[in-house]
């Protein structure tokens, strides 16, 4: 069985919700799970008005195994900037996911 890997993107962060889910994403890099979930349910309860709050979301839900909401994000993601390019790789992981589970 071969094994296909999936990247996502992380954008410089334009307000507090796309901070918090930057540092979570790094926290689930450096193998705390935990840590991770806590500032992604916080990042999820703060306003999110830039394409990089939704970008962030997105890549770390797919990264914790929420892919429902992950797609969600990366949606929202594109429909304000359809030209942002990591809202759309972040979409078709995310899509991939849910399609397959």
Known sequence: MSILRFDVRVVPPAEPAAQRAMEASQRL??????GAERLYAEAMALPVA?????????ALGVGLGDWSTARAYAIRAVQQDRANADAWVNLGAASWHVDMH
């Open 50 to 58: 830039h394409a990089s709050g939704l970008v962030n979301l997105a």
């Open 29 to 34: 890099a450096a193998g705390d799970r935990a």
